[in-house]
């Protein structure tokens, strides 16, 4: 068990999402970055799925309550255990008692805390993930605070074996996901729905401009600023199932993306949808950062995915190894 | 253009296809050609309700004369695949609005159903009246969407349609019985609405602990009775 000690708004258990919800008109939820979250399990030997605390206010301070291995991954931060200093993208056995302290990340907005058996709340609805909305899932359905006692799996791996090492993370593993020197970062996404209903002006503008990410972006949506895109005659929608990643353009002309904990369905035209292997990259993109759009094609996106799954499999490879020293 | 096929309502007439379109490598939306009505809707749903097994397939979401398909992996052939859809679309017969019979209780107007005399007064009617009209209608779920066990009903009387609130009512209880547009609703969580209050039910639309956990389904029916007023 850990004890959460500081804990600002909306830090949440998260796992990878709950699947097959939707016709029920439950959002999958799931941690913002996909990619974090399964690495710090293969870290640690845990299921990929296990769930962990997706840390994006901080600074974030828990207490292990038992001695347990945890690992960081996700954005680039500073922490401390029990004032020794703990490196991201790292795995390492806490004792009882100490204290974990994380600090506003350098770069990306989410951290990843997790921990040897996972989070051990109920599954509610096949998942761990907290449907905030709705208040389910996670624990009690709501954001951690101070003096909550989240309860941990028992621990698949021997005490005594080795966990004291790192990964090397994804944007940096991963050609062609390093950081622009320009600071924007390039997301592909595919055209959608409606792609062809605007002017090729608007489509022009869609691609050229470095939209930032508006204040006004949480889990469930990245609202983007930086050039207005409208079409010469409304299109009239009806409600239709979206998914994360889909980028929308309401009347007034700004592009809302929807991530995670977005609505399930969606009624606005759809101009592009960003592919799976570019949503964990833009799940670490903070308000007030700058994004722009690349565009793939179908098989390009499906391809794309594959140095990530790789990425992933060579990780846990690796870290099995490193744990049997 | 394709030719229908017998089961089709519309034998012999030239129809158009649905539309299909990839939202990213994970999911595919279907939509009906034409205006809404039940039966494109009904076809909606017996086209869910065969991709719900197909391989692949993680589930189907039943939209506004839509459904979207969300897959495990990235389908192989896409070209195979919305080919398929669209011969399937064109040989199913539609799904009759044979879900279950869901009765609501409503206590209309109060604290709760706090829109009821904006909603009279637009429509020229006492309060009254809107709550006979309302609680006479038999109602369709048409989908399930936006937010857990919120069912999309058709089949409001046009004299009490009511344009959504530009500024949403910032904490509508769950249960609310509600207007927006052409359509009513039962809200099923507390949440900021924009739909127009009449009432409230005390029923759970939605209940995680289930294996269902929303009480409306597509294809469902639904009938609101009066269980009290307060005017």
Not at chain 1, 232 to 261: K, L, N, T, W, Y
């Amino acid at each position: 068990m850990i004890e959460i000690l500081a804990s600002h708004a909306f830090n949440t258990i998260q796992d990878l999402g709950r699947r097959g919800a939707r016709r029920f008109g439950v959002s999958p939820s799931g941690a913002m970055d996909p990619v974090a979250l399964e690495a710090g399990n293969a870290l640690l030997g845990n299921d990929g799925d296990a769930a962990s605390i997706e840390v994006q206010t901080f600074p974030f301070r828990l207490r292990f309550l038992a001695d347990m291995a945890f690992a960081l991954t996700g954005a680039d931060h500073d922490a401390t255990l029990a004032g020794r200093t703990v490196p991201p993208w790292w795995c390492m056995r806490a004792s009882a008692g100490d204290i974990l302290t994380i600090a506003s990340p350098r770069r990306g907005a989410r951290v990843y805390v997790a921990f040897e058996g996972g989070i051990d709340v109920p599954r509610v609805l096949g998942s761990r993930s907290t449907h905030l909305r709705a208040g389910f899932g996670g624990l009690e359905g709501r954001p951690l605070q101070a003096g909550d006692i989240v309860p941990t799996g028992s621990a698949r791996n021997d005490a005594s074996k080795h966990v004291d090492f790192g990964a090397e993370p994804p944007d940096m593993a991963i050609a062609g996901s390093e950081p622009a020197e320009d600071r924007v970062l390039r997301v592909r996404v595919m055209r959608a729905g409606e792609h062809i209903l605007f002017s090729e002006a608007m489509r022009a503008t869609f691609w050229s401009t470095k939209w930032k990410i508006s204040a006004r972006s949480d889990r469930g949506g990245y609202r983007l600023t930086g050039s207005k895109l409208t079409l010469a005659a409304p299109v009239e929608m009806r409600s239709h199932g979206v998914v994360a990643g889909v980028v929308q353009v309401p009347p007034a002309g700004e592009p809302i993306i929807q991530m995670s904990d977005a609505n399930t369905a969606g009624g606005y035209p759809k101009i592009a949808a960003v592919i799976q292997a570019d949503l964990w990259r833009l799940g670490q993109a903070p308000p007030g950062s700058f994004i722009a759009f690349e565009e793939v094609g179908y098989q390009d996106a499906v391809a794309a995915m594959a140095p990530v799954t790789s990425y992933l499999a060579g990780l846990r490879a690796t870290a099995d190894l490193y744990r049997a020293l | 253009m394709s030719i229908n096929h017998h089961a089709s309502p519309f034998v012999g007439v030239l129809e158009k296809d649905p539309k299909i379109s990839l939202i990213g490598t994970l999911a595919m939306l279907v939509e009906a050609p034409g205006e809404f009505d039940l039966v494109q809707q009904g076809r909606i749903w017996a086209l869910a309700d065969a991709l719900s097994s197909w391989p692949n397939v993680q589930e189907a979401v039943v939209g506004v004369t839509n459904v979207m398909l969300a897959f495990e992996q990235p389908p192989d052939d896409i070209d195979a695949l919305g080919a398929s859809l669209i011969e399937l679309w064109h040989r199913l017969a539609p799904r009759n609005a044979d879900g279950k019979l869901i009765e609501i209780p409503v206590v209309y107007g109060g604290e709760l159903g706090f829109d009821l005399p904006a909603v009279a007064a637009r429509a020229g009617l006492l309060e009254r009246e809107v709550i006979r009209i309302h609680s006479e209608g038999e109602y369709t779920v048409c989908a399930i969407a936006s937010s857990p066990g919120f069912g999309y009903l058709h089949g409001l009387d046009p004299r009490i349609y009511m344009p959504r609130k530009s500024v949403p009512s910032l904490n509508m209880r769950a249960g609310s019985v509600t207007i927006g547009g052409m359509q009513t609703g039962v809200a099923a969580l507390d949440s900021p609405n924009g739909w127009n209050a009449i009432g409230w039910a005390p029923v759970a639309m939605f209940d995680p602990r289930l294996e269902q956990p929303s009480l409306m389904m597509p294809g469902d029916r639904v009938r609101f009775r009066i269980d009290r007023i307060e005017l």
